[in-house]
């Protein structure tokens, strides 16, 4: 449940809001929901903001007259400090939030996806006459029904996948240079493919049947 920041949130909305798509697929990897707070209504994230409020107190506060020189110097006295704040019991309700974990929201884990995440990044670009997309200084084709008209890029550190109504319709490697062109042979008209097959060393061919 997180606050309406730009990288969240792309456009803040009470019902439907536009999820950063990035962060979107960050969620749906791990099947998590994200439902952004309403706008101007502090009361929808109070848990969290108690929460922050008590490792200020508990911990922060503790640690504010300690040196240290390594972060893992730092992590291990923050962790002693966390066991010892998640075990102590509430005020008002029986247990602690340990217990509290333990009973509630321990048994609803999954165990984690096989595969980690691998971060994405989402880019809106669209097809040129040639039926290619610029992406980063390079090209690259899509099916040329599609040429001239909007789609989405969605760039991984390795591949680049066009979509097209929420349905991808390309799928490239990452060119190592400005000015490359990656084409693939399906996305082609049938009339461009009949030119491609007319190589350099075909004409060259031809032209000897005929004589000098």
Do not use: C
């Amino acid at each position: 449940m997180p606050d309406n920041l730009r990288s969240a949130v792309s456009k803040a909305h009470r019902y439907e809001p536009d999820i950063n798509p990035s962060y979107r697929d960050l969620a749906e990897h791990y099947a998590v929901a994200v439902v952004p707070t309403r706008a101007r209504k502090p009361r929808d994230k109070a848990k969290a903001e108690v929460g922050v409020q008590v490792v200020e107190r508990w911990i922060l506060a503790a640690l504010r007259h300690r040196q240290f020189f390594s972060l893992k110097e730092l992590n291990t006295a923050i962790v002693a400090l966390l066991e010892r704040l998640n075990r102590r019991p509430f005020r008002k309700l029986p247990g602690s939030r340990q217990s509290a974990f333990d009973i509630l929201d321990r048994p609803g884990l999954r165990p984690l996806p096989k595969q980690p995440y691998v971060y994405t990044e989402w880019k809106k670009a669209r097809a040129h006459i040639h039926y290619h997309v610029e992406v980063n200084g390079s090209f690259y084709s899509v099916p040329s029904a599609l040429a001239q008209q909007s789609v989405e890029v969605r760039l991984t550190a390795r591949t680049l996948e066009v979509l097209h109504g929420n349905r991808r319709v390309a799928s490239h490697v990452l060119l190592g240079r400005r000015g490359a062109f990656s084409t693939q042979r399906e996305h082609m008209p049938a009339a461009h493919q009949a030119h491609r097959e007319w190589t350099p060393q075909r004409l060259l061919d031809w032209g000897a049947r005929i004589g000098p």
